[in-house]
Structure formats: C-alpha cells, structure tokens
C-alpha cells in the first residue's frame, strides 16, 4: 500500500486521483459553510471523505460536517465504480484513534470490492491511457518549443491570447497550421 498525501485541494489532487486506485479526503471539521471551501471536483473524486478532529471541543462540529458532506456525497452515489453506500463520510480523530477502525474496514471494503468486480483493472487502463496522452501532450509541445521560429510565433499568439485580441482556439489551429 502506498499512500499519497499533497499540501491541499487544487489540481495536484486531481493528478493524484489519475494514479491512484481509492481517493480519501481529509478534511478538518469547519464553521459554516464548509461545502463552500471543497471545489466541486474533488467531491467528485473522492471515494471516502474523513472529517478529522472529532474529538474534545470539535466532536459536535466534526459530526455535523461529516453529516453535511454524507449528505452532499449522496448526490454523488450510483457511480459504477463504487459498492452500495459509496462514496460516504466519516468522523474520525486521530489523537483518540476513534473511527480509524472504521475508516480501515471502509478502506478494505472498497477496495475489495473493486478489485472482485474487475473496477481495479479497468481503472488501471484508463489510468494508464492518461498518462500516455499526458506524455504526448508533454512532448509535443516541448518538440514546438525547440523549434525557434516556432516558439517565437508561439509567444506571439500567446501574448495575443491574453489580451483578448485572439480567441484560444483559434490561436492553437494558427500555432499548428505551419503558417507563419
């Protein structure tokens, strides 16, 4: 088992979601409107939401976000890859250890469950696909990048992009086009 732990939500989680077969989301309990801060695509990756902190003074505040994320996650249920009651949230404090047993077993579950119903394989080509087509990406524009003329014209398409002047698009095909 490997586990990958990144610095917040934003993109890298997204990426870490394309290499990894369960995504969990650790999140400390908040006050108010705690579905506000959590972009709307992380939600939508995570497999298992843990409410960390739910002990001592934040045990009433971390069950109540747990409640407003297993509410909200409910939306999300009926995905292929997941069993019954998935994807879920759950209140657990790691300085009492209270939940991790069940978080474990959550953990387990899924994670057999995928594999008994081959979601594990074919997660792992689409996986695998992702990162080919990241590496071409990758490489083709470094490839435009090494050709001088080219990059310089990709400069200029790119500052007039940015200044509205040029729509995205249209900037890529003229980038592509060999025109000069």
């Known amino acids: 088992m490997v586990l990958i732990e ?4 934003g993109q890298s989680e997204t990426m870490v979601a394309e290499m990894s077969d369960l995504f969990l989301l650790l999140l400390a309990p908040a006050g108010g409107d705690e579905l506000q801060g959590v972009k709307r695509g992380i ?3 995570a497999d298992i939401i843990l409410v960390n902190k739910a002990d001592g003074d934040l045990k009433a505040q971390a ?3 747990c409640a407003d994320y297993s509410g909200a996650l409910r939306l999300l ?3 292929p890859q997941d069993p019954e009651g998935f994807p879920k949230a759950l209140a657990v404090s790691a300085v009492q250890g209270d939940g991790l047993d069940r978080a474990w ?13 081959g979601i594990f394989d074919s997660r792992r080509k689409e996986q695998s696909r992702h990162w080919f087509h990241e590496e071409v990406r990758a490489q083709l524009l470094a490839r435009l990048k ?6 310089k014209r990709l400069e200029r398409l790119e500052a007039e992009v940015a200044e509205g002047r040029l729509p995205a ?10 025109k000069v």
């Open 77 to 79: 249920r009926k995905r």
């Open 105 to 117: 077993s959550e953990i387990q579950h899924l994670a057999v469950w995928r594999k008994d119903n």
């Open 43 to 45: 939600m939508e990756i």
């Open 63 to 65: 069950t109540r976000t």
């Open 146 to 151: 090494a050709d001088r003329a080219l990059a």
């Open 169 to 178: 698009a249209l900037a890529a095909t003229e980038a592509l086009s060999g």
């Open 6 to 9: 990144t610095v917040g939500v």
